[in-house]
Nanobody, 125 residues
C-alpha cells in the first residue's frame, strides 16, 4: 500500500526553524501534487502548503513568508522549511499526495488520497 511518511518534527522554541521531509513509496512526486496539512488537538486538519506537479507552491496566509515548500525530484522528496515558528504552529504535520497525474495543488483535504504518518511539531513560547 502506498503511503507517505513525514519526518523532521520536534520541540523548539518560538522563533526557531524546522525542516520537515516527506517520502512516498511507489510514487514519483514530480508527477503529482503534494501538500502539507496539520492538525492540532481538538481542531480539524488544515491546509498548510502545496506544490503542484509543475512545481507551483501555495500557502495558507498565516505561514506565508515563514514556510517554504520544495521538492527534490532526484531524491523523490518533498520538504517544508519552517522558519520563525510560533506556538500556534504546534500540530501534527502530515504530507499528502494527490495520486492523479499532473494534479495541481489544492487546499481541500479530500483532494489528496495518499496519506501516512505525521510528525509532531511543538513550539514553546
Amino acid at each position: 500500500q502506498v503511503q507517505t511518511a513525514a519526518s523532521g518534527g520536534g520541540l523548539v522554541q518560538a522563533g526557531a526553524s524546522l525542516n520537515l521531509s516527506c517520502t512516498a513509496s511507489g510514487r514519483t512526486f514530480s508527477w503529482y501534487a503534494t501538500a502539507w496539512f496539520r492538525q492540532a488537538p481538538g481542531k480539524e486538519r488544515e491546509f498548510v502548503s502545496s506544490i503542484s506537479w509543475a512545481g507551483t507552491p501555495a500557502y495558507r496566509d498565516s505561514v506565508k513568508g515563514r514556510f517554504t515548500i520544495s521538492r527534490d525530484n532526484a531524491k523523490n522528496m518533498v520538504y517544508l522549511q519552517m522558519n520563525s515558528l510560533k506556538p500556534e504552529d504546534t500540530a501534527v504535520y502530515y504530507c499528502a499526495l494527490n495520486s492523479r497525474r499532473f494534479s495541481t495543488g489544492t487546499v481541500n483535504v479530500n483532494d489528496y488520497d495518499i496519506w501516512g504518518q505525521g510528525t509532531q511539531v511543538t513550539v514553546s513560547s
